[in-house]
Structures are given as structure tokens and as C-alpha cells.
């Protein structure tokens, strides 16, 4: 059973489309992906960046900044990436 409420979440989108999940725009500014990763225990590298890349379809944030801050965080190839070339331009 889902603790999540469907009232507080409910349906969007056209309802034929039968998706659920937050509404369109919704955008938690706490969660991202590589720190769920390292507080779960982490996966496998394959599991890890399809992980982020759900968050990344979902409209969540996929990759921490502040990794001095975080020694410890498990970092997922593509966030990485994302890093660099955040860090560039």
C-alpha cells in the first residue's frame, strides 16, 4: 500500500492519461537523487543512473552541488557530468 495520499497528489494531466505524481510545476527543494543514493546505501552504477534519470523525467533535481560539504555522497556518473559542465559556463 502507498503512504502517499491521492488527494494530495492527485491525477494530472489528461485523466485518460492515468498519470500520477505531483502536479505539473511541483518541485521539492530538498530531495535530489544522488543524496537518496547515498542515504539508502546506494546501487548498482546501472540502477543508480536509471534512478537519476527518473528523477530527471520527473522534474526533480538529479545532482547535489556542495561536494565538499558532502565527503561521504554517492555520486552518479552523469551527475558528474552535469557538474562539469556546470562548472565551465
Known sequence: MSSVDSREFPL???????????????EDPIWIAESYLSGSGG?????A??????ARKAGLRAW?????DNP????AKSCDE???KSSEG
Not at 49 to 54: A, I, K, N, R, T
Not at 64 to 68: D, S
Not at 72 to 75: A, G, K, P
Open 12 to 26: 494530472t494531466g489528461p485523466a485518460s492519461s492515468g498519470r500520477l505524481g505531483p502536479p505539473d510545476g511541483f
Open 43 to 47: 546501487m548498482m552504477e546501472h540502477e
Open 72 to 75: 561521504n555522497l554517492i555520486r
Open 82 to 84: 552535469e557538474r562539469a
Open 49 to 54: 543512473e536509471l534512478f537519476v534519470e527518473g
Open 64 to 68: 547535489a552541488a556542495g561536494l565538499k
